[in-house]
């Protein structure tokens, strides 16, 4: 499916490309903790940890965004709703040094809080991860905000990306009425490549194709998308299902040794929505997505990403290995 060709034509054309994304994005913050450091706290006996190093980066919309990042894009318009708190500025940090990157698109506000995901890390194993979502209602005014900023910068998009993060209904970037404009949108630009990942809600997504895993696409039951819909299923890859009902299994690409698979569907889709904007067919872009999480999924401790360099070097070892 994919050829060494076909790889150096992506990686070539995705500099001269522009992708939006729209949805929650996040801070995903590390705290390294040395073990060897515990001491008990005075005041109520319990183990103080130490944190020896925070590491901050883009989490969910975000780790989409890094991967693009990584895999040389051009140009990356992130449309989401951050807080006007200290997460905020932290990620907004993080942004500012992501090259390609562009701000145009962020709604800062005070009236909701920056949604953080806090991984502390004890040595090498992470404990219970500490989050920050908003649990209501995103108010009408920064909904209002959010459809602007799509439809002011939807003409400069190759490619658009949406994920819907947030589990609580409306209480994200991508709320009914946000969905119902993409629906729209699509609807108007049949051959522009949109690309919707939800972890509740992708039976109610409308003429884009979609990402949803295994149980996912069988909780929506018979329901027929009306663009192609790429089902992941970890290590058995990806089965590409046309509006028709046809389907082709895309092998993932084998990994021996530890395997972190946090962010491994976002890298995959940034490796989608590349081949996609570089002209290959869905089939072949499941395959690029397989490689790119191939790569992701073996970075231990943080959420990973495949530049050119690695993509090269992953690909020379799946040759190596088919000629076997």
């Not at 401790?301 to 992953?314: C, D, S």
């Amino acid at each position: 499916m994919l050829t060494t060709d076909l790889i150096e034509r992506i990686l070539a054309t995705v500099p001269n490309r522009t992708i939006g994304l729209i949805g929650d994005l996040f801070l995903d913050r590390y705290l390294d903790i040395d073990p060897a450091r515990d001491e008990p706290s005075v005041e109520t006996g319990l183990t103080a940890y130490q944190v020896a190093g925070v590491r901050s980066y883009p989490g969910a919309l975000g780790t989409v965004l890094n991967n693009l990042v990584a895999l040389g894009v051009g140009k990356l318009y992130p449309i989401a709703i951050l807080g006007d708190d200290g997460e905020g500025y932290e990620l907004q940090q993080c942004l500012a040094k992501m090259p390609g990157v562009r701000g145009d698109g962020l709604v800062l506000t005070g009236d909701r809080r920056t949604p953080t995901y806090t991984k502390p890390m004890y040595g090498d194993r992470e404990l219970n991860r500490l989050d920050i979502k908003n649990r209501t209602p995103t108010p009408w005014t920064l909904e209002q905000r959010v459809l602007e900023k799509l439809d002011d910068l939807f003409p400069k998009f190759d490619a658009l990306l949406i994920l819907d993060q947030v589990s609580e209904a409306n209480c994200g970037v991508v709320t009914d009425r946000v969905r119902d404009r993409l629906t729209a949108l699509g609807e108007e630009h049949p051959t522009r490549f949109l690309l919707a990942d939800s972890r509740e809600q992708i039976a109610k997504f409308r003429n884009v194709c979609v990402k949803p895993n295994r149980t996912e696409f069988e909780r929506a039951g018979t329901l027929r998308f009306s663009r192609p819909a790429f089902c992941t299923d970890g290590e058995n890859g990806i089965t590409v299902v046309t509006p028709t009902g046809e389907r082709t299994a895309i092998s993932a690409y084998p990994v021996r040794g530890p395997v972190d698979i946090c962010g491994a569907g976002d890298s995959c889709s940034a490796g989608i929505a590349c081949a996609k904007v570089a002209g290959a067919t869905h089939e072949e872009a499941a395959a690029f997505g397989n490689l790119i999480a191939s790569i992701t999924v073996q970075q231990i401790g943080t959420t990973g990403t495949a530049p050119p360099e690695l993509v090269r070097k992953r690909w020379r070892e799946v040759e190596h290995l088919g000629r076997k």
